[in-house]
C-alpha cells in the first residue's frame, strides 16, 4: 500500500518547485504554472501536452471546455477527477497553441519523472502524440490508440487528447470509445497484474529511453 502522507509530501514539493521554475522560457507570458492534481494514490495518471489558456488562469490542469470533456470521459470509465491525478508534460502554457519544443519537454520531464514515482499508477494514459512520444517513442497515435501496452512496469494507454476531439469532430466518437471501453480494461489488466507481481512498483519510465520494452496485450 502506497504511503498517501509521503506521496502528497512529494507532490507539494515538486508543486512548489514547478512555481518557481525557470528551466525553460515557457514560464515567460504565462500567469502561472500549472503543477498537476488529483488523488496522489491514484491508479490512473493522465498526462496531456501543455496547460491550457483556461488552467493557465486557473492553476489547474483540464478546466475549460476540454476539461468538462473529461469529465465526461472519465465517468465512462466510472472514475472522477478525485480517483485519478492529472499533469502535463510541460506545466507553462505554450502561447499560441503551438506544438512543444524538444528543449521545453526535456527541461520539465524531470517534473513528470517524480509525479510518476510519488503517484506510483498502475495505468498512465497518454493524451495527445507529445505525452505518447514519452510513453511509447516512434508509436503512432492513429495506430496505437486505445491499445494495452506495457512499458516501464505500469500499463500505457494512448488517447487522443480531449482538447483535439472537441474540434474535430470524427475524433469525437472514438475518444468516447477509447475512454469507455479500453481505460476500463487496461486497469482490470493493470490490477491483474500488479497482484502476480508484474508490474514494479519501483519502476519508472526513463524521459531518455528511446527503446523502451514494450507488450500489447489487447
Ligand atoms: S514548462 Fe516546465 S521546465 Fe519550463 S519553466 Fe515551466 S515548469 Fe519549468
Redesign the pocket.
Known sequence: MKDVTEARRQLEVIAAE?QQ????D??VGAHQ?VPGAGNPQAEVMLVGEAPSAYDDRRGYPFSGPSGQFLDELLALAGLDRESVYLTNM???RVPDSRELLPG?IA??AD?LTRQIAAVDPLVIVALGRGALARFLPNAKISRVHGQVKVSGGRVIVAMYNPAAALHREELRQTVVDDFARALPAALMEARRLAAEGKLGSSADIPPDDDHPQQMTLF
Request: aromatic fraction near 6%; include cysteine; charged fraction near 20%.
Open positions: 514547478v521554475c525557470q528551466r525553460c515557457l514560464h504554472a510541460v506545466r507553462h521545453e527541461a520539465c517534473y
